[in-house]
């Protein structure tokens, strides 16, 4: 039974991470204030969508 909970936690978890990748890298390319909160909010609102989630990538990697 905790196998199973583990498995699920570790899911959740690595959604999670995808999901937030974006706003990371937009961290770590240093991007400007309206940028990274463009990029979080897509990330965070959109990006459970593909679409969403493409796009908070883009936009956090575009010079």
């Known amino acids: 039974m905790?196998?199973?909970a583990l498995k699920y936690i570790?899911?959740?978890l690595l959604i999670i991470v995808?999901?937030?990748a974006?706003?990371?890298l937009a961290r770590q390319m240093k991007?400007?204030?309206?940028?990274m909160g463009i990029v979080r909010?897509?990330?965070?609102?959109l990006g459970w969508t593909g679409v969403g989630w493409l796009f908070a990538l883009w936009w956090?990697?575009?010079k």
């Not at 991007?31 to 940028?35: A, P, R």
């Not at 909010?41 to 609102?45: A, D, E, I, Q, T």
């Open 22 to 24: 974006p706003a990371y």
């Open 2 to 4: 905790t196998i199973i």
């Open 60 to 62: 956090a990697v575009k």
């Open 10 to 12: 570790f899911a959740a």
């Open 41 to 45: 909010c897509g990330s965070w609102l």
């Open 31 to 35: 991007k400007g204030t309206v940028d």
């Open 18 to 20: 995808i999901i937030m």
